[in-house]
């Protein structure tokens, strides 16, 4: 089924000979008029040269994103900016407006030179492709993902459409994830970047698939106000919405993985404590490792969150996996039977565990994958 | 080879009914006389029963030490420290000391009771068996070891002898890892806890194999004073010796691995800065799948210093595999030919990675092992 941008983008999305295979690899995204923008990015000090080129363009009104995969154009100094500007240039040409308009985004592996001359006589045909339609954009941004992400939401006259990648090297902060949004609700330029900084708290910021946090993550929101003003609430959840089907999508298609963990955390002192133990738990190998078994070692979560936290209370801790309490105010919970219940909770695709970590506030969830043989033989090569 | 323990010290290791398969899993150390000993434990929130009963008789002189395998006894509540007591009482009994000279260790799966009447009627002929050699009772405490880890200094008329386990769960802060180090040096009770945390620092607590924390490491530093006294800066130097040894034959066994790697990060702030980005590198699920594979993929290790310490600056960095420089200030360095020498030094059993970070004066080293496919599989069952 067809998945549309809001009233005003148009997307196309070809193959520019950047992936060695001939796979679509470049997306151009556009609006006939100048439009604002909200973006989050990843944190990491070796930001990709495309994020430093977008971020500096926080608050500008833009036309069009530039975005390609197989290459992430990160940890390239001086010639990775020389080849996003390059691509900005023959884009500006292209629609006929300024380079400054032009957002680009890569993402592939580390520290190869971009072929930016590629992309460059690419353009004009991309340019000719350009349609209302997400699937062509959608399938040129991915690298190991299996399938695309799409997500939307239609609110009172006005529409949320998201387009996401991410397999892998995903953790928060940003989770190597790129997702492109965009809206023809009519919201003002700083309402739309806090509802997109709200947004990604509660979702990308809230997977991980290997704990490793990308040079190139994204989030890009493009907001055309072709469509109806919408009470900023409404906007909020839907566009809250948006970002956690896509985050949940990127989790589901993880690298290698077979499972999709929720990892509730309550009782944590505020939202930040509960993440970062929840993190703490879709980081440990071990534990991801038992997850791809079916295995109810809990006593890896026990240990997972006491390492991130070395203040927790152990006497107040509860866990359960699934429906099964296996650890009750510090002290194993159900005997042989409830692990043998535990071990059936495991045996299902999606498994919930949830963490009573003390008698604070917040309740937070993340989600994570498990770690299988399939990730590590993934990964194990392809550079050279 | 036999390694012998140092005058005054004897121990044993026996099956006792813990493992399931009559493998040994009972270790006893002995003195006939009150020794010192100083200790450093793990500082995981949820550390076990019998790292709490030892923590709490620092400074205390003892008589013996009581090890499993098969079972960390750890959050098993008031049951586990019952436990713990009972071992205490039972060895006291046998030797005619009180329970508060004996200090006990455990190392196993988490959360599952442990049968301490199985240690308590076994003790008996863990004495009986007492002798100097060590191999009996560095046999004893392995859990998915491979081989024991021994190590040996001696040093004008006395000497160090440590015996240590750890495969995995193994991560700094302390590494799952045990090591029993004892000396017949005379030294000073204050010098022995300064010199043992001084050789833990720069040893154990530079290792990770899967990032993951437990909750039983410990080092116990066991001292007899029935050599000669030696001068404090090469008793110094020989602990550190011994425990480095003990450290990087436990990364050398790390479960599922095929590879050491060396990560070199130099021109750090200090020395803490320095050992949290050589730890970054050395969690990186993807890089040390990488290394599985042989795959020059820097631009993963680059990635992870720049998530572990936001504020590096990239355009500083240079990076080596081996002898083959690959990045340099910011920008990559050695091109094809270059990566095809990255690639072979990849190939070697034991790989060397220096990362200059910054213009600091730090240099620290952190051994790490590869991720494989057979550490997925050796972790993804077995609870239940």
Same mark, same amino acid.
């Given at each position: 089924?067809a998945?549309?941008?809001p ?5 196309s ?6 992936k060695?295979r ?6 151009f995204?556009?609006s ?9 990015f ?11 080129w977008?971020?500096a363009? @926080?608050r500008?009104? %833009? ?11 990160a ?12 691509t ?12 400054e308009?032009v957002?680009?985004s890569?993402?592939?592996?580390i520290? !190869? ?7 460059? $006589?690419a ?6 492709a350009? =349609?209302? *339609?997400t699937?062509?954009?959608a ?7 299996t399938?695309? &992400?799409l ?18 090297m ?32 509660t ?12 040079t190139?993550?994204?989030? #890009?929101l ?9 009470e ?8 809250a919405?948006?970002? =956690? $089907?896509?985050a949940?999508q990127? %989790?589901? *298609?993880?690298e290698g993985?077979?499972?999709l963990? /929720? ?11 509960? !993440?970062? @133990?929840?993190?703490a ?6 534990? /991801?490792?038992? !997850? ?7 006593g890896r ?5 006491g390492?991130?936290?070395?203040s927790?209370?152990?006497?107040v801790l ?9 650890? =009750? ?11 043998? &219940? ?6 299902s695709e999606e498994i919930?565990?949830s963490?009573? !970590? ?9 989600? =994570? ?5 399939? #990730? ?9």
């Amino acid at each position: 089924m067809a998945v549309r941008w809001p009233r005003g983008v148009t997307s196309s999305g070809i193959a520019c000979g950047i992936k060695p295979r001939g796979e679509r690899d470049l997306g151009f995204l556009t609006s006939e008029l100048p439009i604002a923008w909200a973006g989050t990015f990843t944190r990491n000090a070796a930001a990709a040269a495309p994020v430093t080129w977008s971020r500096a363009r @926080l608050r500008q009104s %833009v036309r069009a994103l530039v975005v390609n995969s197989g290459n992430a154009n990160a940890c390239t100094g001086p010639d990775g900016y020389s080849a996003v500007e390059s691509t900005a240039a023959a884009a500006a040409d292209v629609l006929g407006c300024n380079a400054e308009e032009v957002l680009v985004s890569s993402t592939g592996p580390i520290g !190869v030179p971009l072929p930016a001359d590629r992309i460059v $006589s690419a353009l004009p045909r991309a340019a000719a492709a350009l =349609s209302e *339609d997400t699937a062509e954009f959608a399938a040129s941004i991915l690298t190991t993902d299996t399938r695309p &992400k799409l997500a939307r939401r239609e609110v009172e006259g006005a529409s949320i459409t998201g387009v996401a990648k991410g397999a892998a090297m995903l953790a928060p902060n940003m989770a190597t994830m790129l997702a492109f949004i965009a809206t023809d609700a009519v919201v003002s330029q700083d309402h739309l970047q806090e509802s997109l900084t709200s947004a990604v708290r509660t979702s990308f910021d809230r997977i991980s698939v290997d704990a490793c946090e990308s040079t190139n993550d994204s989030v #890009y929101l493009l907001s055309t106000a072709l469509g109806a003003p919408i009470e900023r609430a409404r906007f909020d959840a839907a566009l809250a919405e948006v970002c =956690s $089907s896509l985050a949940e999508q990127m %989790v589901r *298609d993880a690298e290698g993985s077979t499972k999709l963990v /929720r990892i509730e955390v309550s009782g944590a002192t505020d939202e930040d404590h509960g !993440v970062a @133990l929840g993190r703490a738990v879709a980081a440990s190998c071990l534990w /991801r490792a038992a !997850v791809n078994g079916g295995d109810p070692n809990w006593g890896r979560v026990i240990s997972a969150l006491g390492a991130a936290d070395r203040s927790l209370d152990p006497s107040v801790l509860d866990l359960w996996i699934g429906a099964q309490q296996v650890f =009750s105010a510090g002290v194993p919970f159900g005997g042989m039977d409830g692990m043998a &219940k535990a071990a059936a909770e495991m045996a299902s695709e999606e498994i919930r565990i949830s963490c009573v !970590v003390g008698r604070g506030p917040a309740h937070v969830e993340v989600l =994570s994958a498990d770690l299988s043989t399939a #990730y590590v033989e993934l990964n194990a090569g392809g550079t050279t």
